[in-house]
């Protein structure tokens, strides 16, 4: 079975610095993985994917994502963190099989402060 | 171009009542998807719609259900409600045309059931 894995509940980092969000998953064959954010009364918003390609993925509000198969993972990175990154953020990777449904980590806090 | 939206926002019901759930998808969007989210998880997924049939579903009973109207908007129902199906409810719209048919989310149902 597919899975994900967010270490950390939450993160803290000061405004300014680099931050890091940690995910790894478990599935069999090539993965389709994604990092979605929740602000508070929110839906999830789509930061980035990762399908095939390039490691490295860029995607919205400056983040981007290191896919590196042999540790399994795929951290969400941001070289300077601002307070209103200050959010729940989410790790996914997409079932295998004839629909697109999304496996979810528990996701992790993350506080900047300024 | 308005995206997933849902209704009500909120939502307060009492153990063994019913309660109905509506989402409308993103324009040019054919495909529903119903996730869970209880307080401190990740969403879990409930079930997919697409032309009018569940197409898949998660690890849930019986008493929820739904349904995909012929214009694509689709509803959640739950039926005997107990406390713990307390939860933001998010719908997710894709479209089955596309490469990798990217999930949006609209901004989620919160249930109380007291």
């Known amino acids: 079975a597919q899975s994900v894995a967010q270490p950390e509940d939450q993160v803290n980092v000061a405004e300014g610095n680099p931050l890091t969000v940690k995910c790894t998953y478990s599935?069999?064959?090539?993965?389709?993985l994604f990092w979605y954010v929740q602000y508070p009364n929110r839906g999830l918003q789509f930061l980035l994917k990762?399908?095939?390609?390039?490691?490295l993925v860029k995607g919205s509000y400056g983040f981007e994502a290191e896919f590196n198969k042999s540790q399994t993972s795929f951290h969400l990175k941001k070289p300077s963190a601002l307070v209103s990154d200050s959010a729940l953020y989410f790790c996914?990777?997409?079932?295998?099989?004839?629909?697109?449904?999304?496996?979810f980590g528990t996701g992790t806090l993350l506080a900047v402060q300024p | 171009d308005a995206g997933v939206t849902q209704s009500p926002t909120h939502l307060i019901k009492t153990r063994g009542q019913q309660v109905t759930l509506r989402c409308s998808p993103k324009?040019?969007?054919?495909?529903v998807s119903w996730y869970q989210q209880a307080l401190g998880q990740g969403p879990q997924f409930i079930f997919q719609?697409?032309?009018?049939?569940?197409?898949q579903r998660g690890n849930f009973p019986d008493r929820f259900s739904g349904h995909q109207f012929p214009n694509y908007s689709s509803e959640l129902n739950v039926n005997a409600l107990l406390l713990g199906d307390s939860a933001l409810y998010l719908c997710?719209?894709?479209?089955?045309?596309?490469?990798?048919?990217?999930?949006?989310f609209g901004p989620g149902t919160r249930l109380t059931v007291l």
């Open positions: 997710a719209s894709s479209s089955t045309s596309g490469s990798w048919n990217e999930q949006f």
């Open positions: 599935v069999s064959g090539n993965p389709y």
């Open positions: 990762y399908i095939t390609g390039d490691n």
């Open positions: 996914a990777v997409r079932e295998r099989g004839a629909t697109n449904k999304l496996i």
């Open positions: 324009s040019g969007h054919d495909t």
């Open positions: 719609y697409y032309e009018e049939e569940e197409r």
